[in-house]
């Protein structure tokens, strides 16, 4: 460090200065940029060991590499930026659209009698019936849309879970309502259900931001996504469009356009929902619409299900159409994404799927395979061979996370399963390690070009350091966390970072690779499906997800390797669980800082949602959702 300082042209001058003092006159000649990329390093190092560390270490080594790095290699262009007028346009909009929603919502209620709004009341969370109802024509689309309706107003004003209400639903359930009893559209299997979307799924005419300031300078959607649509032609009515994280790289929920959503228990508004789904498990989980379609890429259906309690589906990627949805990171493939139902039950997921991973989505997105829902495995009773486990060796989880997991597999091996204890065939480390190398493979620079020039979301903002932090620092930086003893920050730091082709390529074999050897896995067991964890936390709190990502190796996993998996309810957690963790928790890593991170963003969890994951091979999405049919079963 010394020779290159004393080398620097524009400190040769000053050779009588002390080291010390040439390295902070220096730092003092740094551009407005290059000083703001010298503070988010010292700020990470701040944040992960401490002030001396962060003093000492960032001061000299940071600011002495930036100016070794070729100055375009730390430069963002801005992206185009919305004018003032396109945002309160956009905001505007918003709010018109939320007032005429509410009067709507209001005219219709007030036509209804208490008996047929209480009858209505009592259907919600029971997909079947409402759908039966509906079909019947026990009640008119309307009037359910009008309760619903209501409950999503007040779900939106307690957790600000919306991002757009539709109006125009109302003209969408005149129209159903107009059809005749006889009238064959009326046995489609979303009839009349009221249902949300994720904001970021494309609808004519209407702003897919993303929470990103960038993309409402794109202005409005020129078609419908392939989902959508596929929900409209199947009978569903939208009535709203969801919150979700800015970028939607988060287990949280929040954005500097729409704001941030939160838990939808009273107890626990200090929690998040999870994410990126968060705003969809909101509304569904507060009875504001009877089902929802997220994405999945991460657990991002999975997540918010398994924190609001819900039945959440990521079916086989490979079934599902993205096709006119917005997202981040266009072009990457080394992680498959798709879209996925939000149930209050297993029948929602299953009657969801249909429509979303069904055969009829092949003529929407000819990639699709032409592979309908099969039915009769989903409600079939044949005997299955389980496996299951509740830690995969890297984060452990939450011991109440743990006993769900056990109890998932007693009340199934009861039921005459044949259920086993098993150990996965890959490390929480090694699967968390090949996600996180695929999904940051160009070290962040496409997330950060579009959110270059506008707003960045404060619980992505640490995300968004941990990527800009340049391969020479990055490796300084890994050595001194193995030095002070936190190995697996050392080694989750290590997998990110800009690929090359060659690298990208190794690692999409690795990935390959994975694949068969869960195959060969699960086959050599004669294994049907596998039960684990979704997450090993519960609800965290607000802000703490942005530090606990390695908590989602559970559902990382099936995404790396392209399974189906679900998520079922199992319980909430009671005061002597709660304390439990408190005196036993971490038992397996006690000095660990991730494992006391979980253990602080979980305390006082007591009375949130319990949840189990299922999982199985691509193209068995029915054998995932009978399981969990089944573990909503034995519940009720």
Known sequence: IRVRVLGMSNLAEHSSISALGR??????????????????????????HGYLVAAVFGAVAYSVLCALLPSNSRRNVSAPQPSKQQVASLHASRRQAQDKFKSLVDQHLATLSPDVKSSIEDLVGRTQELWKALADGKFTVCSVLAVYGKRCLVAHK????????????????????????????????????????????????????????????????????STVQACIDAGAVILCRANIPQTMMSFECSNPVYG???????????????????????????GGAALAVGTDIGGSVRIPSAFCGLYGLKPTPERCSMRGSVGPIYGQSGITKGPGPLSPDADGVCRMSGVIAGADIHSRDCNVPPVAFDEATYA?????????????????????????????????????????EVEPPYTGIEMLSLYLSLISADSGTTVSSILSGGKIDKRIAPLLRLARIPPLFRRILIGLLRAIGQGRSATILSCTGIKSVAEYWRLQHSRDQMKLGWETWLK???????????????????????????????????????????????????????????????????NDRISKLCKSACDGSQGLPLSVQIASLPYHDETVARVMRELQDIKS
């Open 158 to 225: 307690d957790t600000n879970c919306v991002a757009e209400f539709l109006p125009e639903s109302f003209e969408r359930a005149k129209q159903l309502d107009s059809l005749p009893r006889s009238a064959q559209q009326r046995s489609l299997p979303l009839f009349g259900l009221p249902i949300s979307v994720k904001e970021c799924f494309g609808m004519e005419g209407k702003v897919s931001c993303i929470g990103v300031d960038s993309l409402i300078a794109a202005g409005v959607q020129k078609q419908t996504s």
């Open 380 to 420: 079939s009773n044949k005997k299955l061979r389980i496996g299951f486990y509740s830690f995969d060796g890297f984060v452990e989880p939450l011991p109440y996370v743990r006993s769900a997991v056990h109890e998932a597999a007693e009340k199934l091996r009861n039921l005459g399963h044949d259920v086993i």
């Open 524 to 590: 050599a067991q004669n294994l049907d499906c596998v039960l684990t964890p979704v997450n090993a936390l519960v609800a965290p709190r607000l802000g703490y997800p942005a530090q606990l990502a390695p908590a989602c190796t559970y559902t990382f996993v099936f995404n790396l390797i392209a399974w189906p998996a679900g998520v079922a309810p199992m319980g909430t957690v009671s005061k002597e669980q709660e304390a439990e963790a408190q005196r036993s928790f971490p038992a397996c890593t006690p």
């Open 260 to 286: 941030e959503t939160l838990h939808p228990n009273p107890s626990h508004r200090n929690r998040t929902p999870g994410g990126s789904s968060g705003g969809d498990a909101a509304v569904v989980a507060l």
């Open 23 to 48: 390295l902070q006159l220096w730092i003092a000649q740094l551009s407005a940029q290059d000083q703001g990329m010298a503070s988010d390093a010292y700020e990470f190092l701040q944040s992960q």
